[in-house]
């Protein structure tokens, strides 16, 4: 069930692309809140350092987003609230077996408690009813357990007794993000009402697409760079042919050394992926006992090589 699964964690600091694929399917128009102090959610969620204080930026350094850094530049959020929602995505992408478009959407609703206007809003985070059907639509065959403390579902973490697909516990969007300790909006997000999820509540955290450049000013900065070039390699070709012989093999020596310890450190890393592959095809199979059996000699072969 993906306990001993071990996908690399690329956890997108700023899910920019999928923030653009949630703005062109999401309506409304939310107007944020221009005014407001921030509220805890209670539930899961821990409380705001900065409650009762209005949303405000958050710098680099110790204090950093550690998730959710779309939101820096105004939120109400903290590591305290960040450093949750990271190791809920990192198990998610460690044990769940989620797609990739899953851990993207996942990790934004995860990230809707450093929303500023989800944050001026008491209870717990409101989340439009469309956004919980696509990530549940996403992550319906993600692993899932039960915390026994909150009674909410999350992702499993490795050390659960009962971890199931998503689809096992719950049947639809709505009843994902309630199970998962979120507020759902039925209704089609409005002024009166906002929900997180719509395409006013995200668009304001889209990077601006960076601006084309023109052929000819590309010519313009290459044109540089290639002069340089060719200067510093004329400059190495001078500085070889007036080394003495002893000089010229060991500058040999040195490459060829630094050679090997890159293509051994390459073949480590392609025995690691070869191995992680093989072990998932023996899995899927050879069932339970004869996918343990063949993983364990794989692991034997590949150790041999």
């Given at each position: 069930?993906?306990?001993?699964?071990?996908?690399?964690?690329?956890?997108?600091?700023?899910?920019?692309?999928?923030?653009?694929?949630?703005?062109?399917?999401?309506?409304?128009?939310?107007?944020?809140?221009?005014?407001?102090?921030?509220?805890?959610?209670?539930?899961?969620?821990?409380?705001?350092?900065?409650?009762?204080?209005?949303?405000?930026?958050?710098?680099?350094?110790?204090?950093?987003?550690?998730?959710?850094?779309?939101?820096?530049?105004?939120?109400?959020?903290?590591?305290?609230?960040?450093?949750?929602?990271?190791?809920?995505?990192?198990?998610?992408?460690?044990?769940?077996?989620?797609?990739?478009?899953?851990?993207?959407?996942?990790?934004?609703?995860?990230?809707?408690?450093?929303?500023?206007?989800?944050?001026?809003?008491?209870?717990?985070?409101?989340?439009?009813?469309?956004?919980?059907?696509?990530?549940?639509?996403?992550?319906?065959?993600?692993?899932?357990?039960?915390?026994?403390?909150?009674?909410?579902?999350?992702?499993?973490?490795?050390?659960?007794?009962?971890?199931?697909?998503?689809?096992?516990?719950?049947?639809?969007?709505?009843?994902?993000?309630?199970?998962?300790?979120?507020?759902?909006?039925?209704?089609?997000?409005?002024?009166?009402?906002?929900?997180?999820?719509?395409?006013?509540?995200?668009?304001?955290?889209?990077?601006?697409?960076?601006?084309?450049?023109?052929?000819?000013?590309?010519?313009?900065?290459?044109?540089?760079?290639?002069?340089?070039?060719?200067?510093?390699?004329?400059?190495?070709?001078?500085?070889?042919?007036?080394?003495?012989?002893?000089?010229?093999?060991?500058?040999?020596?040195?490459?060829?050394?630094?050679?090997?310890?890159?293509?051994?450190?390459?073949?480590?890393?392609?025995?690691?992926?070869?191995?992680?592959?093989?072990?998932?095809a023996a899995r899927r199979l050879g069932g339970k006992a004869n996918g343990n059996s063949y993983s364990a000699a794989v692991n034997r072969r590949v150790v041999q090589s």
């Amino acid at each position: 069930m993906g306990r001993s699964l071990t996908k690399k964690v690329f956890l997108i600091q700023s899910p920019i692309l999928f923030l653009h694929l949630l703005i062109s399917f999401s309506s409304g128009a939310t107007k944020p809140y221009s005014r407001g102090v921030c509220v805890s959610k209670g539930g899961r969620f821990p409380p705001y350092e900065s409650q009762g204080k209005p949303p405000k930026s958050v710098g680099r350094g110790s204090d950093d987003l550690t998730l959710c850094q779309v939101f820096r530049k105004k939120t109400c959020c903290s590591p305290a609230q960040t450093n949750l929602a990271f190791v809920a995505v990192r198990n998610l992408a460690t044990y769940g077996e989620a797609s990739e478009e899953c851990l993207h959407l996942f990790e934004l609703l995860e990230c809707s408690i450093c929303n500023p206007n989800v944050g001026v809003q008491p209870g717990p985070p409101r989340i439009c009813a469309s956004f919980c059907n696509k990530v549940f639509e996403a992550c319906k065959d993600a692993y899932f357990a039960s915390n026994a403390h909150t009674q909410m579902i999350g992702p499993c973490g490795g050390n659960e007794i009962i971890c199931v697909k998503t689809s096992n516990w719950v049947s639809n969007g709505t009843s994902f993000c309630e199970a998962a300790g979120f507020s759902v909006q039925r209704n089609d997000d409005s002024r009166k009402e906002p929900c997180y999820g719509s395409k006013a509540s995200l668009e304001p955290v889209v990077e601006p697409r960076p601006r084309r450049v023109s052929k000819k000013k590309k010519k313009k900065k290459k044109t540089p760079l290639k002069t340089e070039t060719l200067s510093c390699f004329k400059d190495l070709l001078h500085w070889v042919r007036v080394m003495t012989t002893i000089q010229k093999v060991s500058l040999g020596v040195s490459f060829l050394v630094a050679g090997m310890f890159l293509i051994r450190r390459w073949n480590k890393g392609h025995q690691k992926q070869r191995l992680a592959a093989i072990q998932r095809a023996a899995r899927r199979l050879g069932g339970k006992a004869n996918g343990n059996s063949y993983s364990a000699a794989v692991n034997r072969r590949v150790v041999q090589s």
